[in-house]
């Protein structure tokens, strides 16, 4: 029974641990139609917090690993938090201004498996191009 407690009580600490050394990265939308940080690599339970410091911007995903659970359209100008528990590639833009190349990159767990599904996608021309150079951005790290 002991070593029942023990083993009860050190699983815990490491699903704790876990859970308190989740990282929060902030990006902020900026004035040129760009988001700050365009390629995010971080680790399963990390939060991504998008901070409107630029007018007439959001975040609308369009294509992660379970493409029936994407992370909800944030509205325009407004604080927009999502914790990733899913790995993989997540393509996000500006709803307003993806047209014009307003996107960004999630990696997730260093996990590349729905990479195809992102290069498939049917974009603007400025925005491929974009998308082309994030992906580069990307595999470099």
Partial sequence: MHKLVTLFYVMSFFLISKVALADTVQINFTGDDSYSVEVAHIDVGDTIEWYPEDEGHNVEFLVGPNMNALPAKSKLNALHS??????????YQCTPHGNSGMIGLVVVGNNYHNLEDIKNIQLSRATTSVLQRLIRVALSK
Wanted: hydrophobic share 60%; net charge positive; charged share 10%.
């Fill in 82 to 91: 999502v914790v990733f528990k899913i790995p993989g590639v997540y393509l």
